[in-house]
């Protein structure tokens, strides 16, 4: 009886004890596949103490590089919680020769290692970007309008420049060839009276009344 | 604007510094109509890039740096200020591509 009962709390020790080696284990790996800006080597020796393979040793070494990990973890949490810009990304890397079925490389040409980056879209970063790309293209159209209805022609430029100037008006999309008001005649300024506005005003929708002609005659 | 300030720029037949002018019009329109959209995102940044840099040099050429970068202006602001500022804008794009909420990625996945 007695040793039945030794017997069975042995076995039972010994399930109470694989049972907390299996908890130990499911709750680190659990850490690992949360942990999102882990860069775990799991080739490199730190990487495979820490592996399934080894039983569980609870020594001041490992509570203090775990107590490391947790705090780095906090730190890094707190950053991309204040928005820091953290990418939240993470790295895999592996010695080529565990990637040698599906590399089809020789091995003397291979890299010696496998670097494999993974990171999450930041959803905040593609709108703010778009915001920025719309905004500055938007705010961009009235500067190309802008020279298209006022090309800046040189006054004492060339006979083609002196006798007319190109106004286009972006209403309209019509262009529109007039004489320059310092060459207009006196009956022509007694007809069109606004035409003696400065050079600055060319681009006044006034302009549009004028006839339309061909807009680039040489 | 063209002739005083980028008379480096080639103007003889059949270029003029008025067709200058009206490229920059063009590549202005053309390039915020890509920019907004995302479409060909980089060459769109690429072309106001150009016309920004080169109203930079403008308004550098004109008005001097003005003190800065520590300069008081009367005006509040350099007068190359708004252009430098785009001019980074679409460096910007220019680097980064349109990202994410773009017609361009939208076109890559479909491919």
């Known amino acids: 009886m007695s040793g039945g009962t030794e017997g069975g709390g042995d076995i039972d020790g010994r399930s109470l004890e694989t ?194 002609t061909s807009p680039f005659r040489s | 604007m063209v002739e005083p300030y980028l008379g480096f720029l080639p103007h003889d037949e059949p270029l003029s510094f008025v067709t200058w002018t009206y490229l920059a019009a063009g590549a202005e329109l053309a390039g915020a109509a890509g920019l907004t959209l995302g479409l060909w995102t980089r060459l769109s940044a690429l072309s106001l890039f150009s016309t920004m840099g080169a109203a930079v040099y403008f308004h550098v050429a004109q008005s001097g740096l003005e003190g800065f970068p520590l300069g008081v202006v009367e005006k509040h602001q350099y007068a190359y200020e708004p252009a430098a500022l785009y001019c980074l804008i679409y460096f910007y794009f220019l680097c980064n591509g349109g990202g994410a909420l773009s017609l361009d990625n939208a076109l890559r996945k479909k491919d």
């Open chain 1, 19 to 212: 049972r907390k080696r299996r908890i130990c284990l499911s709750s680190r790996r659990k850490r690992r596949e949360n942990d999102e800006l882990a860069n775990v080597d799991f080739c490199s020796p730190t990487a495979r103490d820490h592996s399934p393979a080894h039983p569980t040793r609870p020594s001041p070494l490992i509570a203090r590089r775990t107590l490391s990990t947790m705090s780095a973890t906090l730190v890094r949490a707190s950053a991309l919680g204040l928005g820091a810009g953290l990418p939240r990304r993470k790295t895999f890397t592996c010695g080529s020769d565990r990637v040698r079925a599906v590399s089809g490389v020789g091995t003397k040409k291979r890299t010696s290692s496998l670097r494999v980056v993974a990171e999450d879209t930041d959803w905040g970063r593609e709108l703010s970007s778009a915001v920025v790309r719309v905004g500055a293209g938007v705010l961009m159209v009235h500067n190309g309008l802008d020279k298209l209805v006022d090309p800046e022609v040189r006054r004492d430029a060339g006979v083609h420049e002196i006798a007319d100037c190109l106004i286009v008006t972006p209403l309209s999309h019509r262009i529109v060839e007039s004489k320059r008001p310092d060459r207009q005649t006196d009956d022509e300024r007694v007809s069109f009276p606004h035409r003696r506005a400065s050079p600055s005003s060319w681009s006044s929708p006034t302009w549009a009344s004028c006839p339309t």
